[in-house]
């Protein structure tokens, strides 16, 4: 093909399907390992990087490899996943398990395309492997992405990284039940500290709630069609503003006022980290409360909430207080370099960056 530098040409690694599936059972233990996942069939089918998504447009889940962080945050912020071209290949996707740019676009198209040219050529992108699984109904897709030097995907490599299909189906179905347990898990944790706790998926449905949340649940607070509703028109629309996919606004709380009895305070945590859980759809946690009940210990709920150690919700709780580090190792007798340690581990687990982060995430959970 015109342009290609077969010099730069990255061929399929001999061992890509062994260690893939290798890689894959790791996955399902600990479903935080996707990422890790991703990178090394990235890195062993020669290619730039790889997304992970859903196709069917309504939920934004996503996992992308570091090397396509940017144009992955464009290709949701600027829309492009509403009018993605390579969603033509999805019939072929359905069909033998993997679909790529040859497939549907010409040349010209390539070379004349906004997709292709405002969105991928300013990172250098060009060609795609998407290889599809089903989900619980659900199409995903493992989009593999290769840059212009890299070269397009041959035939006798597609035919390799479509065997990968039923290996992801699998390996996903499995992660969804571990990342349902959780849920599960998260929910029952608070239902021992007699909390309301509901979940709900990227679209604003109800997967999980405790029983304590049920109880709240009558003509003021309700169920519909999956989705939470209230009579009061202001808790209604922010209610129906979580089921948006996108453009979500950032409520904090929402306040249900009730005929005969006391409101309800809705406090909306976003899921983060090993907590969401891609593949079971977790993506925001509904903690309530009614004036006159008494607080809940905010280091169960830490705990709970981003499987946090006993030490690790000590020290998250200490800063939120304003301690600073420093001062946080020497009120629990840690070294420095112990609770820097412990403070790597807090960020990740809970999707915080920085101090000011994990001062929301503790005080919206401790209400």
């Known amino acids: 093909m015109p342009g290609l530098n077969q010099t730069l040409f990255a061929r399929l690694r001999d061992d890509l399907e062994v260690t893939f599936q290798e890689d894959l059972e790791e996955a399902v233990v600990d479903p935080a390992r996707w990422p890790d996942l991703m990178e090394r069939v990235s890195r ?33 912020e600027e829309n492009w996943y509403r009018e993605d071209h390579r969603f033509r290949g999805l019939p072929m996707i359905r069909a033998r398990g993997i679909a790529v740019d040859q497939d549907f676009t010409t040349p010209e198209e390539i070379e004349r395309l906004p997709f292709y040219q405002d969105l991928l050529a300013p990172s250098g992108l060009r060609w795609f492997a998407g290889i599809g699984f089903e989900v619980k109904g659900r199409l995903w897709c493992l989009a593999l992405q290769r840059t212009v030097a890299q070269g397009l995907y041959e035939p006798h490599e597609q035919a390799r990284l479509a065997t990968l299909s039923p290996l992801l189906r699998r390996a996903a ?16 944790a608070f239902d021992a500290i007699e909390r309301p706790a509901m979940i709900l998926d990227s679209e604003g449905k109800a997967l999980r709630w405790n029983a304590a949340f049920g109880a709240l649940l009558g003509r003021d607070l309700k169920l519909a069609a999956g989705r939470l509703t209230a009579e009061e ?6 209610l129906e503003a979580l089921s948006r996919p996108s453009g979500r ?19 909306v945590v976003p899921l983060v980290g090993p907590s969401r ?9 509904l903690l309530a409360s009614v004036p006159g009940n008494a607080p809940v210990p ?24 304003g301690a600073t580090l420093a001062e946080a190792a020497n009120r629990f007798a840690i070294t420095a370099a112990t609770a820097r340690s412990q403070l790597k581990a807090i960020f990740a687990k809970t ?4 101090q000011s982060d994990l001062l929301r995430l503790v005080t919206g959970l401790a209400r």
Do not use: N, W
């Open 44 to 76: 062993a089918s020669g290619s730039e990087g790889a997304l992970l998504l859903r196709t069917d447009r309504t939920g934004l889940d996503a996992i992308t490899t570091a090397s396509l962080a940017e144009s992955s945050k464009r290709y949701f």
């Open 173 to 188: 179905l499995l992660t969804a039940m571990v990342e349902t347990a959780r849920l599960a898990g998260l929910t029952e």
């Open 233 to 238: 028109g202001d808790a209604a629309r922010q």
């Open 249 to 267: 606004p950032p409520i904090s709380a929402i306040v249900v006022a009730r005929r005969d009895a006391s409101p309800i305070a809705l406090h």
């Open 277 to 285: 859980g891609v593949f079971a759809g977790g993506s925001t946690l």
């Open 298 to 321: 905010a280091a169960a709920i830490l705990q709970a909430a981003y499987r946090l150690t006993p030490a690790e919700a000590r020290l998250a709780q200490a800063l939120s207080g």
């Open 351 to 354: 999707g915080a960056t920085r």
